[in-house]
């Protein structure tokens, strides 16, 4: 059986581990194409010592955000879906505006012309009026907002619970099998 496939964004924000997990859990469930922006690159090193090198087995393809003509670029390469975690205020702005300018926010682009799932993962805080705003306005164009914001109620005993409480909800969005923690009224989380 054939993998869906899902491109996978990772941005200059802060929130590398939530990237990190959702690559982790999609590894055996998608064909993953990764683009880092540069902003990402120095990110992912700063949160988490990783160079995107060590990114490169939980991928089926990984392109540079300079190559505008990668596959991911265009719409007639089908994908289940694209997110972007996490995503930075610059690149939900560019998205909002439909700037297409780096392969990251070209394959976003995509993804909203074709009508397909793109679920954008912010996680700064707090949020001035600018992003706001744009948050509004790329979801009126069709995206997902998906703050990395977990819930509680699952009872996390570790960060990986607060982790996996995102990568479920954005799983879900795909329409990808999680069970990551228990959801609401389920009891407790599996082992």
Same mark, same amino acid.
């Given at each position: ?37 540069? @902003? ?20 089926? #393809? ?5 190559d505008?003509g990668a ?14 975690? !996490? ?9 909002a505006? @439909? ?19 793109l679920?954008?993962?912010p ?15 790329a979801?009126?164009?069709g ?7 977990? @819930?509680?109620?699952?009872? !996390? ?21 999680? #069970?990551?923690?228990? #959801?609401?009224?389920? @009891?407790?989380?599996?082992?």
């Open positions: 059986m054939e993998l869906p496939r899902v491109v996978v964004g990772l941005s200059g924000a802060s929130g590398m581990p939530y990237a990190l997990d959702l690559l982790q859990a999609l590894a055996p469930l998608a064909e993953v194409h990764l683009v880092l922006s540069q @902003g990402a690159k120095r990110v992912l090193w700063e949160e988490m010592g990783l160079s995107p090198k060590d990114l490169y087995p939980l991928a089926a #393809r990984v392109y540079k955000d300079s505008l596959p991911i670029a265009s719409g007639s390469f089908q994908t289940r879906g694209m997110v972007v975690i !996490p995503c930075s205020a610059t690149t939900l702005a560019k998205v505006h @439909g700037l297409a300018d780096t392969l990251l926010t070209r394959a976003a682009y995509v993804h909203l012309k074709e009508r397909r799932p679920v954008l993962v996680r700064e805080t707090p949020l001035p009026l600018p992003t706001l705003r744009a948050m509004v306005q979801a009126e164009a995206a997902l907002i998906l703050p990395a914001s977990p @819930g509680f109620y699952h009872r !996390p005993k570790e960060i990986a619970d607060l982790l996996g409480f995102v990568t479920q909800r954005i799983l879900d969005h795909l329409g990808l099998p999680a #069970r990551r923690v228990s #959801r609401w009224g389920e @009891g407790e989380a599996p082992g």
